[in-house]
């Protein structure tokens, strides 16, 4: 299982909605799992903001790939920008993907704190966005379909 907020291995940290009855499966969802308690705060300061509605975090993973541009660039040019990635020992591709993927997990860790501070009129319209989003997905399906 992976951490609904980074991704990274989840240790035994869980939530469930308690703003909903026990008999409703709403109320629990086996993807609520988190590598830490910083996660799972992170986590249960924006369900309790957004009303139990989660954010969809798509755009937030794209902002964490972009994230990792900074990082990859520097190690690349650390280890030498001209050699091709061939001539790379096994050491330094696993350390490029240590680099790429510690920046891509602390972006969303980041991200989730920095949304569960946000004002509930933000996260509102966050949701509201979200699902004319989703409408519009069906649009297109229709059309190509
Ligand atoms: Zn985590």
């Given amino acids: 299982m992976k951490?609904?907020?980074?991704?990274?291995?989840a240790k035994g940290f869980g939530y469930f909605n308690p703003r909903l009855p026990r008999s409703d499966p709403r109320r629990y969802s086996d993807?609520?799992?988190f590598c830490s308690m910083r996660c799972q705060n992170a986590f249960s300061r924006l369900m309790e903001k957004t009303g139990g509605h989660m954010i969809d975090p798509s755009d937030m993973e794209l902002a964490a790939m972009a994230s990792c541009l900074g990082p990859l660039g520097e190690y690349v040019g650390s280890i030498g920008m001209q050699r091709p990635l061939a001539d790379y020992s096994k050491d330094e591709v696993l350390m490029l993907i240590d680099v790429v993927v510690t920046a891509y997990q602390e972006h969303m860790l980041?991200?989730?704190?920095?949304?569960?501070?946000?004002?509930?009129?933000?996260?509102?319209e966050r949701l509201v966005r979200q699902g004319k989003s989703a409408s519009t997905g069906v649009l297109i399906k229709l059309t190509v379909s």
């Avoid at 951490?3 to 291995?9: I, P, Q, T």
């Avoid at 980041?110 to 509102?124: G, N, Y």
């Fill in 3 to 9: 951490c609904a907020v980074c991704s990274r291995k």
């Fill in 31 to 33: 993807r609520w799992v």
């Fill in 110 to 124: 980041v991200e989730h704190e920095r949304m569960a501070e946000k004002d509930r009129a933000f996260l509102e």
